[in-house]
């Protein structure tokens, strides 16, 4: 399909593009990664540019004919085919640097918008336990008080203790998980935005190799220069030139294969497991399943939270030390849940939006 050396340069080109989607966390250096990719691939292309429309030295021995003096020759030779493809080498070579550019965008966000959204929900998690400290901070200040002037006991206290002692867990368990979560900054641009482009420069790239595969099935050559005799040796050399046309006859029958192969790719693209556009959907199901799993667990907390809600009201003004550390415990509880409630709350509202967003 291409010149030898052009073929090495796909094949590197190829390989590296499997490797990245192979191995997500190459993405982690997106734009160093990119401009480093397309510096060595547009400086391949120019020199394969340079050798196609360079004309190529000629020179040698030559007899004609049997017979015939032997001549010695020296010249030059150009085809017009490899004009042809050095510019279209040079365009292929920006194709594939746009193709990796939007590959690695789109996968990059695919592997780290799970992270992403975490470390956000995280983030939100802490808030709302801080919030909750300081609710319950109140209330326990409130009762030492009434254990100072012996209106409630040391017991009533370390209840409320052993909640602050739960909120400061789940706080450091909170800043563990965020700590060894890794996102790096994503792309505003929805997903499916990133993945369409991918789609486009996949498809142009691949019209850009068929047009310099096309380039094969025809050329003109041509071959100037002078020759001089030299058994016997004559005086002066004389110019020559000479016009050379080439056509392969199966050139219609490869362009159609070509045109079948890049269908096909389009066809591969679509089921390949590693691709972005797979990716994609995997990452949709995964964030449905989150949503499930989310609203299943709301649920579950809001029931609980309402029953809470009704045992609060009967004690609204505990007159007894047993009301009030019966209220108090449920007040300490109602604190864990609105953490818990929130958290869920809070997740199922980032995702739908997320979903809403890129799909």
């Not at 590197?12 to 401009?35: E, W």
């Not at 480093?36 to 547009?42: K, L, P």
């Not at 045109?259 to 964030?287: F, P, T």
């Not at 108090?328 to 980032?350: C, K, M, P, W, Y």
């Amino acid at each position: 399909m291409f010149p030898n050396d052009w073929k090495s340069v796909l094949t590197v080109a190829i390989f590296s593009l499997s490797a990245v989607v192979a191995h997500p966390h190459a993405y982690a250096s997106d734009t160093n990664d990119q401009q480093a990719y397309c510096a060595y691939i547009m400086e391949q292309s120019f020199a394969q540019r340079d050798l196609l429309r360079t004309p190529v030295a000629v020179a040698g021995l030559t007899q004609p004919e049997t017979g015939l003096p032997v001549q010695l020759l020296a010249g030059a030779s150009v085809g017009l085919s490899g004009m042809r493809k050095a510019g279209l080498t040079t365009d292929a070579a920006r194709r594939e640097c746009e193709l990796y550019r939007s590959i690695t965008g789109a996968q990059q966000k695919i592997q780290y918008t799970l992270s992403s959204l975490e470390k956000e929900a995280l983030g939100n998690r802490l808030a709302l336990i801080e919030q909750a400290s300081k609710s319950l901070d109140a209330i326990m200040e409130k009762t030492l008080k009434m254990v100072e002037a012996q209106n409630a006991t040391r017991l009533m206290l370390f209840s409320l203790q052993t909640t602050k002692i739960k909120l400061d867990a789940d706080r450091a368990d909170t800043q563990s998980k965020m700590a060894v979560l890794y996102a790096p900054p994503l792309s505003d641009r929805p997903l499916k935005d990133l993945v369409a482009e991918k789609r486009n420069s996949e498809a142009h790239e691949q019209k850009a190799l068929a047009r310099l595969s096309r380039q094969n099935n025809w050329d003109v050559a041509l071959s100037v220069g002078v020759h001089q005799q030299i058994d016997p040796v004559a005086q002066g050399a004389q110019p020559y030139g000479a016009v050379s046309v080439n056509y392969n006859f199966a050139s219609r029958a490869i362009d159609k294969h070509l045109d079948q192969a890049a269908q096909a790719h389009d066809e591969w693209k679509k089921v390949q497991e590693s691709d972005v556009v797979r990716g994609m959907e995997v990452l949709r199901q995964q964030l449905a399943d989150s949503i499930a799993v989310q609203e299943t667990k709301l649920k579950s907390l809001e029931q609980e939270s309402t029953q809470i809600d009704r045992d609060l009201q009967l004690v609204s003004n505990p007159d007894t030390s047993v009301a009030l550390d019966f209220h108090n415990q449920l007040a300490a509880a109602q604190l864990l849940l609105q953490v818990e409630t929130g958290d869920a709350s809070f997740r199922i509202d980032h995702l739908r939006e997320y979903v809403a967003k890129n799909y």
